[in-house]
């Protein structure tokens, strides 16, 4: 018989950092390993060993997209969808189905070109433009993070200073308008630590979805979600095991994509339609169940025992942004108060809740090695840069808690003392 005893212990002294997969809820991963054995709406089978039909899942199922629905109080006319394939298939699955939309909205021909607006403010939404050109669509950067960071992606710029096209009236718009919330290998983020740049929405033309990629900062705070064509947001962060990815899509951007390929767009897989998926409530195929059931749990602990105390009145999700603020604000003061000893990769004012990236002594490499091997003897794991990038790198998910984040901090300041 297993006993958790000694992995309890080990995880009492371990501070995962990890950038994604990242940690979760000690609860919810114990009553998850009994309900591999025997699950209590199936006794004597396992919840990965029972039908994604039955009704035992089904309960499981419902609950975690009510769940979901009440954290982010999703209007009535989205869907939520349980997908595959993480946030890379979304960067095809976005442009896929959203030029499907837009040609059989417009009834276009095939010659027709389609363009996507993309806000490029980081690895990940480089990423997602370079996909929705191989696919055929005019990848048009309305912001160039890269350019205007000197090779580095560090700023977003404010709205004003979008590189956005004025149309004529004769000119088509833009199929959709996208970006990515929190740029997870960049540690840039709209709304980032103490600051207000969000998302200019204004300036969108509102006929245009807006489409965000939120895979790194889902489930960190409150979100307007009728302001959004399409969310979407891989597990693996704040929410469960990797494997399932989640899609909150505006119910008039389905479309029949079959039908679609008379107005020029190509046929897309079933398992990437939206509108398909929505048909059949996720269930098209056999979808990631065990997954699925973490994602369950943790969803469920987030809305009965939030890590800071929910204020009457508002939103479910605002003690996760109040507990981001609190987590990161530790890590960039132990930043800003090191005189340059260690500096963050980001600009003030978008840095990252989630991601805190910064380098130490000017980017000295034996420094940073040796910071991260003391940080892992102390426990604290996975505070290296992601390997494009280099430097150092703590993710503060929801499920990493403050103490952790004040070793980390308290690590940073002995550090620099010694070798400042
Ligand atoms: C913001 C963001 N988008 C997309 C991805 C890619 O996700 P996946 O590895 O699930 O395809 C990641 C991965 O870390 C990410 O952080």
Same mark, same amino acid.
């Given at each position: 018989?297993?006993?958790?005893?000694? /992995?309890?212990? /080990?995880?009492?002294?371990?501070?995962?950092?990890?950038? $994604?997969?990242?940690?979760?809820?000690?609860?919810?991963?114990?009553?998850?390993?009994?309900? &591999?054995?025997?699950?209590?709406?199936?006794?004597? @089978?396992?919840? !990965?060993?029972?039908?994604?039909? +039955?009704?035992?899942?089904?309960?499981? *199922?419902?609950?975690?997209?009510?769940?979901?629905?009440?954290?982010?109080?999703?209007?009535?006319?989205?869907?939520?969808?349980? @997908?595959? $394939?993480?946030?890379?298939?979304? *960067?095809?699955?976005?442009?896929?189905?959203?030029? !499907?939309?837009?040609?059989?909205?417009?009834?276009?021909?095939?010659? =027709?070109?389609?363009?996507?607006?993309?806000?490029?403010?980081? +690895?990940?939404?480089?990423?997602?433009?370079?996909?929705?050109?191989? &696919?055929?669509?005019?990848?048009?950067?309305?912001?160039?993070?890269?350019?205007? $960071? $000197?090779?580095?992606?560090?700023?977003?710029?404010?709205?004003?200073?979008?590189?956005?096209?004025?149309?004529?009236?004769?000119?088509?718009?833009?199929?959709?308008?996208?970006?990515?919330?929190?740029?997870?290998?960049?540690?840039?983020?709209?709304?980032? /630590?103490?600051?207000?740049?969000?998302?200019?929405?204004?300036?969108?033309?509102?006929?245009?979805?807006?489409?965000? =990629?939120?895979?790194?900062? *889902?489930? +960190?705070?409150?979100?307007?979600?009728?302001?959004?064509?399409?969310?979407?947001?891989?597990?693996?962060?704040?929410?469960?095991? !990797?494997?399932?990815?989640?899609?909150?899509?505006?119910?008039?951007?389905?479309?029949?994509?079959?039908?679609?390929?008379?107005?020029? +767009?190509?046929?897309?897989?079933? @398992?990437?339609?939206?509108?398909?998926?929505?048909?059949?409530?996720?269930?098209?195929?056999?979808?990631?169940?065990?997954?699925?059931?973490?994602?369950?749990?943790?969803?469920?602990?987030?809305?009965?025992?939030?890590?800071?105390?929910? !204020?009457?009145?508002?939103?479910?999700?605002?003690?996760?942004?109040?507990?981001?603020?609190?987590?990161?604000?530790?890590?960039?003061?132990?930043?800003?108060?090191?005189?340059?000893?260690?500096?963050?990769?980001?600009?003030?004012?978008?840095?990252?809740?989630?991601?805190?990236?910064?380098?130490?002594?000017?980017?000295?490499?034996?420094?940073?090695?040796?910071?991260?091997? /003391?940080?892992?003897?102390?426990?604290?794991?996975?505070?290296?840069?992601?390997?494009?990038?280099?430097?150092?790198?703590?993710?503060?998910?929801?499920?990493?808690?403050?103490?952790?984040?004040?070793?980390?901090?308290?690590? @940073?300041?002995?550090?620099?003392?010694?070798?400042?």
């Amino acid at each position: 018989m297993a006993d958790f005893t000694k /992995q309890i212990e /080990q995880r009492a002294q371990t501070i995962n950092m990890n950038a $994604g997969p990242s940690p979760l809820p000690q609860d919810a991963l114990l009553t998850a390993a009994a309900s &591999l054995l025997s699950f209590q709406g199936s006794p004597g @089978m396992g919840i !990965a060993e029972i039908s994604h039909r +039955s009704k035992a899942f089904a309960d499981v *199922f419902n609950e975690a997209n009510a769940d979901l629905r009440s954290l982010l109080e999703i209007p009535d006319n989205y869907k939520v969808l349980w @997908m595959q $394939g993480g946030g890379l298939t979304q *960067f095809a699955a976005t442009v896929l189905n959203l030029n !499907a939309w837009y040609r059989t909205k417009h009834q276009l021909s095939a010659a =027709d070109q389609v363009e996507g607006w993309y806000a490029v403010t980081g +690895s990940w939404s480089k990423k997602a433009a370079d996909e929705a050109t191989r &696919l055929g669509v005019k990848a048009r950067k309305v912001v160039d993070g890269k350019k205007l $960071g $000197g090779g580095k992606f560090r700023s977003i710029p404010p709205g004003r200073e979008w590189d956005l096209p004025q149309l004529e009236e004769n000119q088509r718009k833009p199929a959709f308008v996208y970006y990515c919330d929190n740029e997870t290998v960049d540690g840039v983020e709209f709304g980032g /630590q103490g600051s207000d740049t969000e998302f200019p929405f204004s300036q969108i033309d509102p006929e245009v979805p807006i489409v965000c =990629d939120m895979s790194s900062n *889902f489930l +960190s705070r409150p979100v307007d979600v009728s302001k959004y064509g399409i969310i979407y947001a891989g597990a693996q962060k704040n929410l469960g095991p !990797a494997g399932v990815t989640i899609v909150i899509v505006r119910e008039d951007l389905l479309v029949n994509v079959d039908e679609a390929v008379q107005y020029g +767009s190509a046929p897309i897989p079933s @398992m990437l339609s939206y509108k398909v998926m929505a048909d059949d409530n996720s269930l098209f195929n056999t979808p990631p169940t065990f997954a699925i059931y973490v994602c369950s749990l943790v969803l469920r602990s987030l809305l009965e025992s939030p890590p800071l105390p929910l !204020a009457a009145s508002a939103a479910p999700l605002s003690p996760l942004s109040d507990f981001a603020d609190k987590k990161s604000a530790l890590l960039y003061t132990a930043i800003d108060e090191s005189a340059g000893f260690y500096a963050g990769t980001a600009d003030k004012g978008v840095r990252s809740r989630m991601n805190v990236t910064f380098r130490i002594n000017g980017g000295d490499e034996d420094l940073e090695k040796d910071f991260i091997k /003391q940080a892992s003897d102390l426990g604290i794991k996975g505070v290296n840069g992601h390997r494009s990038v280099g430097g150092l790198r703590a993710s503060i998910y929801n499920a990493v808690s403050l103490e952790g984040v004040q070793r980390l901090a308290d690590l @940073m300041r002995t550090f620099r003392e010694k070798h400042a």
